[in-house]
């Protein structure tokens, strides 16, 4: 299956660290990309490559993943994270596939 | 700076077709890779159709296939992806978004500049 999974919504308290996951069978052999999204805003790129950083994102961002899950770390949660958060990945097939979604909450 | 304007969308009626564009400026549009994804309101990202750099390689989204098509004028430096048999399912922003240079086949879907998306309303 090409489905990647993700828990629709986690809460956070400022200042605290907070993971969110993705599942699906591709992430063995393909790596997870995670996408920010505020409300009316287009995604932006966050982690690609399952752990590497584009320029001008903050390191507070942390990608990780091992067999069939990968991670998001948020450490020291800011009220700016508050958003949407999508793992994207590749299928065998070549096709890309998004995660469903993750509505972060900053407390 | 580098930007990608998305723009075609509108309201249509089911059945209806539409061709939606994607101009690229301030890099060289013909070296990547590049997607449109879709996002019906309120739900999440949809990935739609991907093109290679010389348009050598095309992959569609199950949901769209046979009815969508992806092509791109590098030229001109335009994407373009032209919506046929449209239903209200197709109802959503769609964005174009540039594949991440130098990605390994294991890490695609790292999409580095979207556009700001253009919406397709399909209502009778």
């Known amino acids: 299956s090409s489905e990647l999974t993700q828990d629709p919504a986690v809460s956070v308290v400022l200042g605290q660290t907070v993971r969110i996951t993705c599942q699906g069978d591709s992430l063995r052999s393909y790596f997870a990309s995670w996408y920010q999204q505020r409300p009316g805003q287009a995604p932006v790129l966050v982690i690609h490559e399952r752990s590497k950083r584009p320029s001008g994102i903050p390191d507070r961002f942390s990608g990780s993943g091992s067999d069939i899950t990968a991670s998001l770390t948020i450490t020291g949660a800011q009220a700016d994270d508050e958003a949407d958060y999508y793992c994207c990945s590749r299928d065998r097939s070549g096709n890309r596939v998004f995660g469903g979604g993750t509505k972060l909450t900053v407390l | ?124």
Not at chain 2, 26 to 49: D, H
Not at chain 2, 75 to 87: P, R, T, Y
Request: net charge negative.
């Open chain 2, 1 to 124: 700076e580098v930007h990608l304007v998305e723009s075609g969308g509108g309201l249509v009626q089911p059945g209806g077709s539409l061709r939606l564009s994607c101009e690229a400026s301030g890099f060289t549009f013909s070296a990547y890779e590049i997607n449109w994804v879709r996002q019906a309101p309120g739900k999440g990202l949809e990935w739609v159709a991907f093109i290679s750099e010389s348009a050598g390689t095309i992959f569609y989204a199950d949901s769209v296939r046979g009815r969508f098509t992806i092509s791109r004028d590098n030229a001109k430096n335009s994407l373009f992806l032209q919506m046929n048999s449209l239903s209200a399912e197709d109802t959503a922003v769609y964005y174009c978004a540039r594949e991440m240079l130098g990605v390994a086949v294991p890490g695609k879907g790292a999409f580095d500049v979207w556009g700001q998306g253009t919406m397709v309303n399909v209502s009778s």
